[in-house]
């Protein structure tokens, strides 16, 4: 299986990346991207080391292949892919949101599901199939851009005054597609080996254009992802900084100037309704997004043990009022943890035999995570007080002779070095107020669509009302103004 070394060796390949108004040389060597390439690099040594488990023998492929990528087909198999993501999430706690297990895990959905990909003209469920195949394959590190630029939400893109705002169909070749426009926001789209674009929101008839979904390497003719500013390079050490300076995944806006989209790459072709049915109807979104809850219970663990260990070096841990901060903390991550297994003990095989999370439990925690997840960094901020800014400038004040000794005195706890103490109080920091952590309130919020959206539409139309109503009816139908039914005066 791929290396590391091998990862970071295909990232000198050309792509555009746009940074600070220039063009990226090579990203494996730019400061704003060469800590998470790190971190990338050391996802696959891991997952190519057969000591972690992380290896299956892939039908598809007939050979090995990484299990964050597999189809679940049995109950053991869904527990051996969420054990081999968590494995990943471990390794970054969680930090890093769409590590190439996320958008690989929609893949293998899709790959279960060709049918839904079906064209008379043209064989896209065959492109979908191969497609997951070279992910299998390859262990290719694919990000994605599923939702139109935020331009205006009044309208649709159709409505937009300027054509091609959205990616959308300019033209047709007898090679493929040309597209032209953007589409946001791929997180990891500059470090990844390819970029998969569609479009998750709603269109209507006037959309068809916009109705696409393809992939396409990072390094193609015309394709360019504009970067937002990196937090990494403003670090002033990894002692300092220690989540931003491994962990700062890049955000990109996706531009595509007339760029071909060969046919063999193209899922659909301007169709308005198999958009919805690619996610909804393969169980993608539920495989996807139960990956997305793996890590994010991941997080929520650390968060915790950041927290319980703040109120040990602050000797507050024995005060009751600071416990119950404790526990309302450690009772958000069992929950969250619980939905996660509870989506796995609840799931249930599809038309295809593919393992489909339970949608009650998972879309129920992820309703929630608009509140969960700010909750849990505000009970962190309270109990840090103001010791994340009782600190020294950085490393510099700890080591030079005008300040080492007040530093080492006073920046201390009772039987915890001066070290131990700054270094908590810098990783609290950036859990809580780096730009880096307000990237990350960002990304809880938003990852899988404004919390109108997931609460509105999924946790919504996934509890299961009807049938709550229907027994509720049924006992209610059960009594009158003259008594109990059947029983009646
Ligand atoms: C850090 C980060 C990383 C991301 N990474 C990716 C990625 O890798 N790939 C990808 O495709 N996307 C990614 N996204 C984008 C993400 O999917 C979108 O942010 C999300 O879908 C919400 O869309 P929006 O940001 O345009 O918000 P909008 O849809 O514009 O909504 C913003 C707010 O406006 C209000 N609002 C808007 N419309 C309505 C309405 N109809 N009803 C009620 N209220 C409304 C709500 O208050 C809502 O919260 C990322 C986002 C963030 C923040």
Known sequence: MRTGEEYIKTLNDGRTVLLDGQAVDNVAEHPAFRSVIRTIAELFDIAADPANGMQYHSEEIGGPANLVFSIPRSPEQLRSRRAAVERWAKHTHGWVGRSPDHVGTFFAAFAAHPEVFENPERDFAGNIRRYYERILREDLYVSYAIIPPQYSRATTASGWEGDFIQVGVVDETEEGLIVRGSQMLATGGAICDEVFVTCIKPLGPDDVDFALSFALPAATKGLKFLCRRPYAPETSSEFDYPLTTRYDEPDALVIFDDVL????????????????????????????????QTRLTTKLQFIAAVARKVTQVNGTDRIPGVQEKLGELAAIVSSVESALLAAEYTAEADSAGMLVPGKRPLYGAMGLQSET????????????????????????DMKSPTTAADVERYIASPHVSSEDRIKLFRLVWDIIGSEFAGRHQQYELFYAGAPFVVKGVYTYRNYGYDAQVAELDEWLAGYSVDGRTGEED
């Open 261 to 292: 989209i060969p046919w063999d790459r193209v899922f659909i072709d301007r169709d308005t309704d198999a958009l919805r049915r690619q996610f909804f109807d393969t169980g993608a979104h539920a495989l996807g997004n139960w990956q997305a």
């Open 373 to 396: 997840y700010p909750r849990a960094i505000n009970i962190l901020r309270d109990l840090a007080g103001g010791g994340v800014l009782q600190l020294p400038s950085g490393i510099a």
